[in-house]
């Protein structure tokens, strides 16, 4: 045991002196590609409720003598009045890294989600530094022009399905001028009364509705996050799509008592689905403000 002691305060004597040894000390990295790159691949989303919004994309590069030129393209995601206020061209001054591309979007309609694909040109991906490979050559942004929610009372939502268990008091807001409604992120509401002082809160889930006069109330065909949660992430999404599973996908109303079935899709793949065995989703009793 001695001798393996001895044997391992020399080794770490060695490595002590070859650290010390310059001459073992190689050339520092330095840059010499442009390394043109956007700062995200995905920026989050801007949110407004006027009808115009400017979107502010960061441009980088690694070398910083001498001014550079960059292009790029937009390609939008929505159709829309928008203006490239640089025109395909970030520009980097003598010393600079760091520029901007600025693009407004114009006449915007309320609920709609307006995006743009940006994407470098070949010359500029062709400057990429491929020692570090750090080049972000493409990026998507985008802007919601919500609605102004209104308050529209509230009630109890209980989820059938996961949790077994109801929360009171859970908001109803009225998007303003439309038929539109939305519960108001729920799941945090059964999550606080399941889980009272946990450290963890889910984030906005909101549930949107459309509610007509007649009482007629309908969901659009989309992905809900309404499912059960590990480390902050649903499992599994409700998939609901009346259009093409109208057997196991459907929405009852009666004067506030709502109940709402569909699918569960499996958020690991995000493409198997499978049914609840005929169990609701959830419900929701519309105590307060029920309109019609």
Avoid at 137 to 166: H, I, M, Q
Avoid at 206 to 217: E, M, P, V
Wanted: net charge negative.
């Amino acid at each position: 045991m001695k001798n393996l002691k001895h044997l391992a305060l020399a080794f770490i004597a060695m490595i002590g002196f070859a650290a010390c040894n310059t001459d073992n000390e190689g050339t520092i990295y330095e840059p010499k590609a442009q390394n043109i790159s956007f700062e995200k691949k995905q920026a989050a989303y801007g949110l407004t409720q006027d009808n115009s919004y400017t979107l502010n994309v960061r441009v980088t590069r690694n070398v910083g003598q001498g001014a550079y030129t960059a292009n790029y393209s937009v390609t939008p995601g929505t159709e829309c009045t928008y203006v490239d206020n640089n025109g395909g061209k970030v520009d980097f001054a003598d010393g600079q890294t760091v520029s901007e591309i600025t693009l407004t979007v114009n006449n915007m309609e309320k609920g709609v989600l307006y995006t743009f694909d940006l994407e470098l040109s070949q010359a500029d991906k062709d400057q990429a530094d491929l020692n570090t490979n750090t080049a972000i050559t493409a990026t998507k942004v985008g802007v919601l022009c919500d609605y102004n929610w209104l308050p529209a009372g509230s009630g109890t939502y209980t989820d059938v399905y996961w949790f077994e268990a109801s929360a009171d008091d859970v908001p109803v807001l009225h998007a303003e001028g439309t038929d539109i409604y939305r519960l108001a992120n729920p799941n945090l509401y059964v999550w606080t009364e399941l889980n009272p002082g946990a450290a963890y809160k889910p984030g906005n889930h909101n549930i949107d509705f459309h509610l007509s006069a007649d009482g007629t109330l309908t969901l659009d065909d989309d992905i809900y996050d309404v499912g059960i949660y590990a480390n902050g992430s649903p499992y599994y999404y409700m998939y609901y799509d009346a259009t093409n599973f109208g057997s196991y996908c459907a929405v009852f109303n009666d004067k506030g008592n709502i109940t709402v079935y569909g699918l569960l899709l499996d958020g690991e793949d995000m493409k198997s689905l499978y049914t609840t065995g005929g169990v609701p989703m959830f419900t929701f009793n519309w105590t307060e403000g029920y309109p019609y």
